[in-house]
């Protein structure tokens, strides 16, 4: 089994900052990633597919990068909107979730 | 606009039968998306369940597959999920989402909560 391992846990930064959220695949996943933002009470939301293609509506400060067993969730200016929870995808095959990572504004 | 309601019994008696509906408006079931369902626990984050097309085709986790069965009504233009010998560490928050891990058009569910509990 693909296992997939984000760090930090969580965090806290300051509104105008550049955050960096990180999920290894325990195996090559090529570009198979998805990234999810959760709010409170609310289901997850597609951010990211596909390692760095941006869901339509998502604000441009969010990318992604990465292949193959590592990959990057960059917030470019955090916005106070933005405190949530962040999950990482693989899709292929089983469409095994990370853990999570959540985010605070100082 | 898309809209996908989960509905069933928000408690359940450990080795019984969980049973949930997902209503899908704004799109027909026999579009060409895959229909999912995810769980959410805080102990184990976000789990998926499994998923099914509109001409029954199914794909279960294996870890699930045991005991888990999905269906797909076109005439009520819904999904659903059994999960059988259900325990407490079946309790979560159940979502039924669209092309889960496939792209674009994937989209989510609000969610219900599910208690297993005599």
């Known amino acids: 089994d693909i296992q997939m391992t984000q760090s930090p846990s969580a965090l806290t930064a300051s509104v105008g900052d550049r955050v960096t959220i990180t999920c290894r695949a325990s195996?090559?996943?090529?570009?198979?990633l998805n990234w999810y933002q959760q709010r409170p009470g609310k289901a997850p939301e597609l951010l990211i597919y596909a390692a760095s293609s941006l869901q339509s509506g998502v604000p441009s400060r969010f990318s992604g990068s990465g292949s193959g067993t590592d990959f990057t969730l960059t917030i470019s200016s955090l916005q106070p909107e933005d405190s949530a929870t962040y999950f990482c995808?693989?899709?292929?095959?089983?469409?095994?979730f990370g853990q999570g990572t959540k985010v605070e504004i100082k | 606009q898309v809209q996908l309601q989960e509905s069933g019994p928000g408690l359940v008696k450990p080795s019984g039968t969980l049973s949930l509906t997902c209503a899908v408006a704004?799109?027909?079931?026999?579009?060409?998306?895959?229909w999912s369902w995810v769980r959410q626990t805080p102990e184990k984050g976000l789990e998926w369940i499994g998923e099914?097309?509109?001409?029954?085709?199914?794909n279960y986790n294996p870890s699930l597959r045991s005991r888990v069965t999905m269906s797909v009504d076109k005439s009520k233009n819904q999904v659903s999920l059994n999960l059988t010998s259900v325990t407490a560490a079946d309790t979560a928050i159940y979502f039924c989402?669209?092309?889960?891990?496939?792209?674009?058009?994937?989209?989510w569910g609000q969610g219900i909560l599910v208690t297993v509990s005599s």
């Open positions: 704004g799109v027909s079931i026999s579009d060409t998306y895959w």
């Open positions: 995808q693989k899709s292929n095959s089983i469409f095994r």
């Open positions: 099914i097309f509109h001409n029954g085709n199914t």
């Open positions: 989402a669209r092309d889960c891990g496939r792209g674009p058009d994937d989209f």
């Open positions: 195996q090559n996943i090529y570009a198979s």
